[in-house]
């Protein structure tokens, strides 16, 4: 069914076992921007029907890291909506009648191996399957007297439910990434449907039945999920819901930015990069996991770079605001193999939109990283900041490394950079920059325009080495030889500062032998 017949509804399904990992957050974005291009509605659910896998937190983390990449949630357990409960542990209800309704239809059927008795199946028989060549030497609904399976059920026995798979049948999955792909049913099991133990289904069913009741159209996934797909298929039919089945979208994996494979948190620690939207804190190890926005990501930076892995605008347009990703963004432009995870194309983005924020936000976003640092932002005017982070922010990927190229401006230099005093601090310098703060201190314009000429002029009045004077300077100025053009730091940092920076190099720095 196409989406021109059909409301777009899409949903992005976490399991709460954990923080969100970053491949999940391109499911979600990927989700996100066919709904918004399609005028649809994105879903979050909550599959959380493994209980033993479920991590307290997990929740709140999910929604926290998707509200900080603007990828918004029409309905949801927190937005409500008309096909709730959207977090399947209280669905249970509507669970249980559907396990019942494939019960009585005969397409499932009732299994009281116990762990041990398939434990010891698995032993005897290699590469033991519970289906239809096996079902019958098993205990069950299928194989058992009538009298038997009630007289069980009437004692409490525990009990799974499984689905009847039919062999020789052969199943097309369809897909609008990777097109058409058919399986024989023999090689699917009789899969686990429901467990009597802890009244929940498992995931096949419960996302299943959840799909067909929310009105799902299209399940956009990642291709781990590929393997489930055909069971999928055939659950829709043996609920007799083939006509509404949604379409399938299975997104390629995201790879290791070196060698082969999926990428894995390991990658990150390896390499230095978050795998992880926001920091983790483990609540059972204790262990915390770095995530893109405390390591100084803006939230659109990711939402770019993720973006493109997987999928190109069919052009090489790389930066895009969110409408422009989802004006632009097409399953037919999604690829079918792997997207390897270029990190560093990460920081560039983030460079790249870091140069797009107003000066006066990038002030505001430096303020805490002065604070960190010892430096009192109230000590310095708005303007001050602003004007200071505006002179390095071109040579910055993240906020945080505005400290090293800006810290100059807030706290005057202790140390100076022993390789420039070398080189620059001659056994004249002294009585020079002496000589200089002199001058200085008699100037009332300290502009750029102004002071600029007078200086140059007066080096070159004394004849005096005009790198060797200026970099002498900049080292009493910022305790090294590098910086922003040195008179555009002077007019900010204005003259009292500036003069009692010289006096104090003269003072401080040692010559060289
Ligand atoms: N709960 C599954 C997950 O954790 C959902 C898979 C799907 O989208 O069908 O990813």
């Not at 399609?38 to 033993?52: A, F, N, P, Y």
């Amino acid at each position: 069914m196409s989406t021109n017949e059909r409301e777009v509804r899409v949903r992005f399904a976490p399991s709460p076992t954990g923080p969100l990992h970053i491949g999940g957050v391109r499911t979600a974005l990927y989700n996100y921007l066919f709904a918004r291009q399609h005028g649809g509605k994105m879903i979050l659910r909550i599959e959380d029907t493994d209980s033993q896998r479920f991590v307290p937190g997990a929740e709140d983390y999910i929604n926290e890291a998707l509200a900080w990449l603007g990828i918004g949630i029409d309905e949801g357990v927190r937005e409500g909506g008309p096909y709730g409960p959207y977090k399947q542990s209280e669905r249970r209800d509507i669970y249980r009648e559907h396990v019942k309704m494939l019960l009585d239809a005969g397409k499932a059927y009732i299994a009281f191996d116990t762990p041990a008795e398939l434990e010891a199946k698995r032993a005897e028989v290699p590469n033991f399957q519970y289906d239809a060549s096996t079902r019958g030497s098993m205990r069950n609904s299928l194989s058992l007297p009538k009298e038997e399976v009630d007289r069980l059920l009437a004692e409490g026995a525990q009990y799974v439910v499984r689905f009847r798979i039919e062999p020789g049948r052969d199943v097309a999955v369809d897909d609008l990434i990777r097109g058409r792909v058919t399986i024989k049913s023999d090689i699917l099991d009789d899969k686990v449907l429901y467990k009597s133990a802890d009244d929940l289904p498992t995931y096949h069913l419960a996302n299943i039945v959840d799909d067909h009741l929310m009105k799902v159209s299209h399940v956009i996934r990642g291709e781990e999920w590929l393997p489930s797909a055909p069971l999928h298929v055939l659950l829709y039919e043996a609920f007799g819901w083939a006509d509404t089945a949604p379409a399938f979208v299975h997104l390629p994996l995201l790879l290791k930015p070196d060698g082969k494979g999926k990428l894995s948190k390991r990658d990150g620690d390896r390499l230095g990069f978050p795998v992880f939207p926001l920091e983790w804190h483990d609540p059972k190890s204790g262990e915390t996991s770095s995530g893109y926005r405390e390591s100084g990501y803006l939230p659109h930076a990711v939402v770019n770079f993720l973006a493109l892995l997987g999928w190109n605008p069919g052009d090489d347009t790389e930066v895009m605001t969110m409408d422009e990703l989802i004006a632009k963004f097409s399953l037919d432009h999604c690829s079918k193999s792997g997207a390897k995870f270029a990190f560093e194309k990460g920081k560039w983005f983030n460079h790249t939109y870091l140069q797009e924020l107003p000066d006066s936000e990038l002030a505001e976003l430096f303020k805490p990283v002065l604070e960190a640092h010892g430096v009192n932002p109230a000590d310095f005017t708005d303007e001050y900041i602003t004007r200071a982070v505006a002179m390095v922010k071109s040579r910055i990927n993240f906020v945080s490394d505005l400290w090293e190229h800006a810290r100059f401006f807030f706290t005057a230099p202790t140390e100076y950079d022993p390789k420039a005093v070398k080189k620059r601090w001659s056994a004249d310098m002294p009585a020079i920059m002496t000589a200089l703060a002199d001058l200085l201190e008699g100037e009332d314009d300290f502009s750029c325009a102004a002071l600029e000429p007078k200086v140059l002029g007066w080096i070159e009045e004394h004849g005096y080495h005009l790198g060797n004077v200026m970099n002498a300077f900049r080292l009493t100025v910022v305790g090294e030889c590098k910086g922003p053009h040195m008179f555009d730091i002077t007019e900010l940092m204005g003259r009292d500062e500036t003069v009692r920076r010289i006096r104090a190099g003269v003072a401080n720095i040692k010559p060289a032998e």
